[in-house]
Nanobody
Framework: QVQLVESGGGLVQLGGSLTLSCAAS????????MGWFRQVPGKEREFVAA????????GYVDSVKGRFTISRDNSKNTVYLRMNSLKPEDTAIYYC???????????????????WGQGTQVTVSS
């Protein structure tokens, strides 16, 4: 059974940093594009970042460009999201997701992703 498990969330002050991890098990992680999304209560789940299977392509929502970095280690079946200069508006539940379609690019639409983790809470205090 394919599973994604996020970790690394928590409470951080304005301007602080966190690194989220997402460990995959039970599937062909090295062939998947991976994405990070976030959601706050009452709002749609929002694309944050994505990375292609070979790390050659990455993409970010404009609001996190220059502050967040997505990366992956295929030897560890893990994808990361390094978040710097955090702001209160970054507060959300962060989800990682796997796009199992064999493709060379990345997708920003949540419906393109097949597998989801359970989420990890990130709270930025001011």
């Amino acid at each position: 059974q394919v599973q994604l498990v996020e970790s690394g969330g928590g409470l951080v002050q304005l301007g602080g940093s966190l690194t989220l991890s997402c460990a995959a098990s039970g599937g062909a992680f090295t062939t998947w594009a991976m994405g990070w999304f976030r959601q706050v209560p009452g709002k749609e789940r929002e694309f944050v970042a994505a990375i292609s299977w070979n790390s050659r392509i990455t993409g970010y929502v404009d609001s996190v460009k220059g502050r967040f970095t997505i990366s992956r280690d295929n030897s560890k079946n893990t994808v990361y999201l390094r978040m710097n200069s955090l702001k209160p508006e970054d507060t959300a539940i962060y989800y990682c997701a796997a796009d199992k379609g064999w493709r060379m690019d990345i997708r920003r639409e949540k419906d393109e992703y097949d597998i989801w983790g359970q989420g990890t809470q990130v709270t930025v205090s001011s």
